[in-house]
């Protein structure tokens, strides 16, 4: 059971928007915590995709967008590439455990 | 450029001792925090814990204090997860990863990552 909530699996179609959400509580994103976001390509490692709840690092294409309200944050992927199929996580700050994660969100285009 | 690499796979009996390790370049070691975090198989990232080179500050996920060890050499810019008793449920996937946002925990993420060691623990 992870702290930080994603649903197991979302799909879109190239070309299409997709969302990814976050829930936690009030002792990370409900705090006022930055929420970061992660891809992972299959059998790769992690690599950051949105730090500070919106910020993107250089080499990240701009299809890739991040919010965050209350206590929960999101991902937002338009212009759905087959490429983009991968598993994303949220991450945060908890004031128990320090650092949570998410569970995970399988992207498959379709 | 910021490189995080780890050592490679290892296959070990359970029962068995292990250490391995995640070197750091083209930064200044001990003036970031490492973390570290497993993956087992199919399953989601879990964070196990993280040290401050500069002083070895050292913070545990609670799932994962008492179970393992974080220690680093700021010599040699070198992070360690060292385990001394593996079982069977060890098996994973580990990640090293910088904290590349100071000191502070509160508004730090991680960047970049290293490649994964592949830790197997069977009989």
């Known amino acids: 059971q992870s702290v930080l909530t994603q649903p197991p699996s979302v799909s879109g179609a190239p070309g299409q928007r997709v969302t990814i959400s976050c829930t936690g509580s009030?002792?990370?994103?409900?705090?006022?915590?930055?929420v970061h976001w992660y891809q992972q390509l299959p059998g790769t490692a992690p690599k950051l995709l949105i730090y500070?709840?919106?910020n993107r690092p250089s080499g990240v294409p701009d299809r890739f967008s991040g919010s965050k309200s209350g206590t929960s944050a999101s991902l937002a992927i338009t212009g759905l590439q087959a490429e983009d199929e991968a598993d994303y996580y949220c991450?945060?700050?908890?004031?128990?455990?320090?650092?949570?994660f998410g569970g995970g969100t399988k992207l498959t285009v379709l | 450029e910021v490189q995080l690499v780890q050592s490679g796979a290892e296959v070990k009996k359970p029962g068995e001792s292990l250490k391995i390790s995640c070197k750091g370049s083209?930064?200044?070691?001990?003036?970031?925090?490492i973390g570290w975090v497993r993956q087992m198989p199919g399953k989601g990232l879990e964070w196990m814990g993280i040290?401050?080179?500069?002083?070895?500050?050292?913070r545990y996920s609670p799932s994962f204090q008492g179970q393992v060890t974080i220690s680093a050499d700021k010599s040699i810019s070198t992070a360690y997860l060292q385990w001394s008793s593996l079982k069977a449920s060890d098996t994973a996937m580990y990640y090293c990863?910088?904290?590349?946002?100071?000191?502070?925990?509160?508004?730090?993420?991680?960047?970049?990552w290293g490649q994964g060691t592949l830790v197997t623990v069977s009989s």
């Open positions: 990863a910088r904290l590349p946002a100071g000191q502070q925990l509160v508004k730090n993420w991680f960047d970049p």
């Open positions: 083209g930064y200044s070691f001990t003036s970031y925090w």
């Open positions: 040290i401050y080179p500069g002083d070895s500050d050292t």
């Open positions: 009030s002792s990370n994103i409900g705090a006022g915590y930055d």
């Open positions: 500070g709840n919106s």
């Open positions: 991450q945060s700050y908890d004031s128990s455990l320090w650092v949570v």
